[in-house]
């Protein structure tokens, strides 16, 4: 008897967690949902972009879609104290779509179908220059050395949890795309922000989380 109720358990517990992800997956419907896409033949949601084997590059967990090979422009500016250079994690991949150049339906080692490209404002291109610079590192030393930012050990970010920054918006301890943007529509603000963002830009909150000024 008691092996067989462990067994029901187990089945419920595994139900549970796959009815739970279609719940809070707001992905569902945004401009990253490519499952209804023709040339997406498996109808699935995630893997576009990611795969359970055989991932091609970490620049995010379990990554498969083609990763671009383009040189940027980085952005720069004589009040700027990080050092920027190539995109790289989960910037790079971001750009994978974005610079332009890489087909969004070329993942899994080919283009499946004609290839399909982002359009509009959703072109970043590869001139880095006039956007906000990403791939580097923040940390208490740097915000040390430029006084208008705030410490990302130590400043937290309320609508996120109360957690620091360093906790809740750099990855592996710097500033990438998915700082301000979050993919998958399931963080903070995300949800009802037409561009992902994880803080709202109401009162310059977005800004003023790292910046002091």
């Given at each position: ?73 980085p ?73 208008g ?12 949890g ?8 750099l ?43």
């Amino acid at each position: 008897m008691k092996t067989l109720r462990m067994l029901v358990i187990g089945m419920v517990l595994a139900a549970a967690m796959q009815l739970a992800p279609a719940a809070r997956a707001t992905i569902v419907g945004s401009a990253h949902d490519f499952s209804t896409n023709s040339w997406n033949t498996r109808q699935s949601l995630c893997s576009v972009c990611h795969t359970i084997h055989g991932a091609t590059a970490q620049l995010v967990p379990l990554w498969i879609h083609e990763t671009t090979h383009s040189t940027f422009t980085p952005y720069t500016s004589s009040t700027l104290t990080a050092t920027v250079g190539q995109p790289d994690g989960a910037a790079l991949a971001c750009l994978s779509c974005h610079d332009g150049t890489v087909a969004i339906n070329s993942y899994g080692g080919k283009t499946n179908g004609t290839p399909a490209f982002v359009t509009g404002n959703a072109v970043i291109g590869t001139d880095l220059s006039k956007t906000h610079p990403v791939s580097f590192t923040f940390d208490s030393t740097l915000a040390a050395a430029d006084t208008g930012l705030n410490d990302p050990a130590v400043k937290t970010v309320p609508s996120l949890g109360g957690k620091t920054i360093a906790q809740t918006l750099l990855r592996n301890g710097k500033v990438q795309c998915v700082s301000c943007h979050d993919p998958h529509k399931t963080i903070g603000y995300a949800p009802s922000s037409g561009i992902m963002l994880k803080i709202t830009t109401a009162n310059g909150a977005l800004c003023l989380t790292c910046h002091n000024k």
